[in-house]
């Protein structure tokens, strides 16, 4: 039986604990369930170095381990968030840090493994945990909110998926029908339905990059 090796990096939505409650309704294990369903001949084991709350920089300290150290046949990556502490200012990445990460993991990963980026979905600020702190409130304010605010680190990360050619799967344009649907309760990690959404719009991009039919 072929064996496909799956790789997962990012924060918390990666990670894919948060918003339910029962492990086989996280948006990876319905990936692997549809991807098995409908390739029965192949497995997908699928590896999962996502930590939620890191940053970028966070993560990059760890990215030789948990996905250079596997052979994966693919790697699906969310860069962004977790990049700005008020809290703990020396946790914030630098400008331009966030480019030079990504540059470097682009790099760092084998031309054998298929990529797919993925873009942070919306953010319901009155929902949010920062909606609740003076310091971060002020912060955000002169840029619109929470949400407005993570436009600005979303569109630097779609642009480099698209010039290095990445399929991409946007969660803003995935959850666009009915946002509050789809985020759970804290305002910025996926409901139930987020999570299989997550896991439709992943299903025909693997399955492309991969070239299975």
Not at 1 to 11: C, F, H, T, V, W
Not at 110 to 116: E, F
Not at 131 to 144: I, N
Not at 159 to 188: N, T
Request: hydrophobic share 40%.
């Amino acid at each position: 039986m072929k064996n496909i090796l799956i790789g997962l990096a990012g924060s918390s939505i990666m990670e894919g604990v948060l918003g339910v409650d029962k492990p086989e309704t996280r948006y990876y294990n319905i990936l692997q369930q549809s991807l098995s369903g409908a390739f029965p001949d192949t497995c997908f084991p699928i590896i999962n170095s996502a930590i939620g709350g890191w940053s970028s920089r966070e993560l990059h300290h760890l990215f030789q381990r948990d996905i250079l150290g596997y052979p994966l046949d693919i790697c699906i990556i969310m860069y962004g968030a977790n990049n700005v502490d008020l809290d703990i200012p020396g946790r914030s990445l630098r400008e331009f840090e966030l480019d030079e990460i990504m540059v470097a993991e682009e790099g760092m990963l084998p031309r054998s493994v298929k990529r797919i980026g993925v873009i942070l979905g919306p953010i319901i600020d009155e929902l949010h945990w920062c909606s609740r702190k003076e310091k971060y409130r002020k912060f955000l304010e002169p840029f619109g909110g929470h949400n407005a605010f993570m436009e600005l680190e979303r569109e630097k990360v779609k642009a480099f998926y698209l010039k290095h050619q990445w399929p991409v799967v946007d969660l803003r344009e995935v959850f666009a029908s009915d946002v509050k649907s789809f985020i759970y309760k804290d305002g910025i990690h996926l409901s139930e339905a987020g999570h299989r959404a997550f896991a439709e719009a992943l299903f025909p991009v693997v399955r492309d990059s991969l070239g299975l039919s």
